[in-house]
């Protein structure tokens, strides 16, 4: 006995597959929002602790600003001592110096050179005098040269020659040379190891000096040689 279904059983199949259909993209279109939801979550949570790494990053740089600000202040403090102190130590080194340059060029001034005036500018020191000779200048050229501890570099910037009047009651008029020579101060310290060099005795105390009275002459000793 052949058995013949006769109801819609391909449309209800169509229906069943519909539905599942659906049943499966309501279930994919939840996962997708639970998942969606999730991965949210997680980016929030990454980034709330890297915002929070951020403000205590920016922290911590707001204060090692301050505290290299500081450092440049100390810095710059210490520079500032550093070149007081460095002031002080050069007046403490120089404050002989005239002391020896004077001593110096009346040592090695020769008989019959004067020396009429004596410029200091820094480290370069301008000499003027009168010399009987040329021959008087060159010795002292070479005096200096070879012998002097705290002073080198001598040049003859002029040299002249000059004819002063006579002396009353006489007729003989006497050739002078008219000389200007520049010479540099050592170092302090350069002149102190220099061979030859002699330290300088402690100053003795000195009398107490008054407003107006005159200085002695720097070049006085010079000109009792020249006399």
Known sequence: MILINLLPHREERRRQRKRLFFVGLAVAAVAGAVGSGLWYGALQQLAQVQQARNSFLRTEIGKLEGQIKDIANLRAEIDGLKARQGAVEDLQLN?????????????????????????????????????????????????????????????????????????????????????????????????????????????????????GAAAPSASAPAARKAA
């Not at 008029?173 to 402690?202: N, T, Y």
């Open 95 to 211: 404050r002989n110096v005239p002391v020896h340059l004077l001593d110096e060029l009346v040592r090695m001034t020769p008989e019959g050179l004067y020396l009429s005036s004596i410029r200091q500018t820094d480290a370069t020191v301008l000499v003027s005098g009168v010399a009987q000779t040329n021959e008087r200048v060159s010795e002292f050229l070479r005096s200096v040269q070879d012998s002097s501890p705290w002073l080198e570099r001598m040049e003859l910037v002029e040299i002249k020659a000059i004819t002063p009047p006579a002396a009353p009651g006489t007729r003989e008029q006497r050739r002078l040379f008219e000389f200007a020579l520049r010479v540099s101060i050592k170092q302090p310290g350069a002149a102190a190891s220099a061979p030859g060099a002699v330290r300088a005795p402690a100053p003795a105390p000195s009398s107490p000096t008054f407003p």
